[in-house]
């Protein structure tokens, strides 16, 4: 493979033993550098660490995950459940490629469609910035506005290119949907932090779905205060789709700042999706079960 690990490694004297990140092939280079077993081991040690730098994986500064470590656990049960249904799979908003890599190893029968600009926010417009439908704007726009451009996308590219069911779908969503109208979904995860395109990704997706089929919604806070943006968005998709349902009962709070909707069999929903629901440490007391009474029917909705 290409692509190289953002880790950068110094000697006892503190100069870098290397420049352009890390990959078998320069890892080799620097080991034959010593003859000693121990300084061997004291290299491989080094690299160990750089891996389980716990604030590194937790804030994903290793260059892998974009989302916190324990936001993945959820991909687990609901890749597996993805993959009796038919239906390809999609990830909306790619950043360094780990999650789209993640999803290809759960799902290896199912083709994943990377759809992301891969160049960050700067090719959107200003109205992609907007917190709901009333136009409003974000404090934070001018952080959102450059949000990517301090990302490796050509390493993530080369990374993507190397797995056999991934296809990139490089541009702006939905554009680069285009040839793709027949197309059903059994799992997509959408992480676009911003109004406009978690919306529009909602809009694509939603008739797109099999019935059961599971969409995650990144950085969904269920009482709206952290990413109002994507709150709203969901909000506002549901408010014209299912005007009859809460939304509390179309979306539910999988873990922190995760939620999951599972598209209904015609008119029957599962009401707060079936109560899943999972915190962040995984105990059995933290886990409230997918359970059938909390299917309903919509025209008993009054």
């Given amino acids: 493979m290409s692509y190289k690990d953002p880790i950068i490694l110094s000697d006892s004297e503190g100069n870098p033993l290397n420049e ?7 890892y080799k280079k620097i080991e034959s550098m010593y003859t000693e077993t ?14 389980y730098n716990p604030d590194d994986l937790y804030r994903c500064r290793n260059g892998e995950f974009t989302i916190p470590i324990h936001r993945l656990f959820s991909f687990l049960s609901e890749a597996k459940m ?12 790619v950043a360094n490629g780990a999650t789209t890599m993640f999803i290809s190893l759960l799902c290896p029968e199912k083709t994943i469609y990377a759809f992301d600009t891969f160049e960050g926010f700067s090719p959107l417009g200003d109205d992609f910035f907007k917190t709901s439908d009333d136009n409003s704007w974000s404090d934070d726009t001018p952080h959102w506005r450059n949000w990517g451009s301090d990302f490796n996308w050509k390493r993530t590219i080369e990374r993507l290119e190397n797995i056999h069911n991934v296809v990139i779908k490089k541009g702006i969503f939905p554009d680069t949907t285009k ?10 995860h959408i992480d676009v932090d911003i109004y406009e395109s978690t919306k529009v990704g909602l809009e694509y997706f939603w008739n797109r779905m099999v019935d059961g089929g ?17 709150y709203n968005a969901v909000k506002d998709f549901f408010r014209e789709v299912e005007p ?3 939304l509390n009962s179309i979306i539910a709070q999988l873990t922190n ?4 909707i599972i598209k209904p069999f ?5 009401i707060d999706n079936g109560k899943v629901a999972m915190k962040h440490m995984l105990t059995t007391d933290d886990f409230i079960t997918f359970s059938k009474k909390y299917l309903i029917q919509k025209e008993k909705i009054k």
Wanted: proline share 1%; net charge negative; with cysteine.
């Fill in 214 to 230: 599971m969409i995650l919604i990144d950085d969904f806070d269920l009482n709206g205060k952290s990413f109002p943006q994507v």
């Fill in 244 to 246: 009859k349902l809460s």
């Fill in 38 to 51: 121990e300084n061997k081991a004291q290299l491989y040690a080094m690299i160990k660490s750089c891996y």
């Fill in 266 to 270: 015609d008119d029957i929903h599962f």
């Fill in 179 to 188: 040839g793709m109208e027949d197309k059903k979904f059994s799992l997509v």
């Fill in 20 to 26: 352009e990140g890390l990959n078998k092939e320069i």
């Fill in 82 to 93: 993805a993959n009796l249904l038919d239906g390809d799979v999609a990830e909306f908003g």
């Fill in 257 to 260: 700042m995760q939620g999951i």
